[in-house]
């Protein structure tokens, strides 16, 4: 018997993000972010769908860039971290990859490696996150090395904002940071912009926008409500089935730690998910699942492999009824506020023992 969890993969639902996107960002062309497996959604799934619309797909590591090649995809992929020894270099140059250099290391490997063939680099710049990147004060000097030194095909400027949600104006004060020290930037390519600033700052799109967590239909933000008006869609969406079902008395506790008595009757479900499979275990007492079209609460402690959930209030509920534990109806933001993290975890967070399944 095969275990009732399984994670759902909307086809439909990544086209008609994707179009959004490119909608809003129509003056730019769009790196697909695919790290971390797809967020969560698997590479596999999620290339073939967009393939032949997005202008390129952006990763964390090698493996991932190998996999889309030797899928067949042509067109640019760029490694959002760069390389991280320098024996990664040969299979850069095979592979014909896109590269960010956000380190004097990088670009002194980079220099020493004396390739043949012209490379495409992207250099990352620290205008406030204070994360990865050359000081924006350096770029200039950076810029004169990479051309003199090394043999490129084109230079692209990219930085990274620490704030770019619908209010904020941080982003404007990292941008002037880049006018302000790099001479002539706006002569340079330039790929500023993530999902959020693709969304509520159309004045960092530049020629390259990074669409990342928007494409798998949940908010930048971590709020649903801050993206229910662009028609998003949420393109994964993680299903159980009932596997037992209890009466409860009054007075009673359900899971561990006694975390939950009942102050009456219960008829409660008992669903094939757990923290194992990647559901967050520190919810909240407010947190709903789906069951039969009916919003209904999480009772007591998640467990590794089951879930607890209240039906006295949907007496149709049986066990191999499905349910809901985020997706189209219950949203992966609303869960994640509750369990205090955001929808970017919970989806990286989805096991591997749950069955990703094309729709």
């Known amino acids: 018997m095969i275990r009732p969890i399984y ?5 439909n639902a990544v086209k008609n993000n994707f179009k959004i996107i490119k909608n809003i960002a129509y003056k730019s062309k769009i790196w697909t972010v695919l790290k971390a497996d797809a967020y969560g959604h698997g590479i596999k799934n999620i290339f073939p769908i967009i393939k032949n ?11 991932e860039a ?10 640019p992929i760029l490694l959002l971290e760069g390389f991280f020894n320098k024996e990664e270099l040969y299979l850069i140059y095979k592979y014909f990859l896109t590269i960010t250099l956000h380190s004097k290391w990088q670009l002194n490997n980079l220099i020493k490696y004396k390739a043949k063939y012209p490379i495409n680099i992207y250099i990352k710049i620290n205008s406030g996150m204070n994360r990865l990147g050359f000081s924006v004060k350096n770029i200039m000097q950076i810029i004169n090395i990479i051309k003199n030194k090394i043999n490129i095909c084109k230079i692209t400027l990219m930085t990274h904002f620490s704030d770019a949600s619908k209010n904020s104006n941080f982003i404007k004060k990292q941008i002037n940071n880049i006018k302000k020290n790099i001479h002539n930037y706006y002569k340079f390519s330039c790929s500023f912009a993530n ?7 159309s004045s960092s799109h530049y020629n390259w926008i990074r669409t990342g967590i928007i494409l798998y239909g949940a908010s930048p933000t971590g709020i649903w409500q801050d993206i229910a008006k662009k028609n998003i869609k949420p393109v ?3 299903k159980s089935k009932i596997i037992s079902i209890q009466k409860i008395s009054q007075g009673e506790t359900i899971g561990y730690n006694c975390k939950y008595y009942t102050d009456k009757k219960h008829r409660i479900g008992i669903i094939a998910c757990g923290y194992a499979d990647g559901y967050p275990k520190n919810i909240n007492n407010k ?5 039969k079209g009916i919003k209904t609460l999480i009772l007591g402690n998640i467990s590794m492999d089951m879930i607890a959930i209240d039906l006295t209030n949907i007496p149709t509920a049986r066990i191999g009824s499905s349910v809901e534990l985020w997706g189209e109806n219950i949203k992966i933001d609303d869960v994640a506020k509750s369990s205090g993290t955001i929808g970017y975890e919970l989806m990286c967070s989805v096991s591997k023992r749950v069955p990703r399944i094309l729709k």
């Open 7 to 11: 994670a759902i993969i909307n086809t």
């Open 53 to 63: 619309d997005t202008d390129g797909f952006a990763v964390l590591t090698l493996d």
């Open 66 to 75: 190998i996999i889309l090649r030797e899928n067949g995809y042509n067109k």
């Open 195 to 201: 999902s959020a600033a693709m969304l509520w700052h």
């Open 236 to 238: 994964m969406t993680l």
């Open 287 to 291: 947190t709903y699942v789906l069951v």
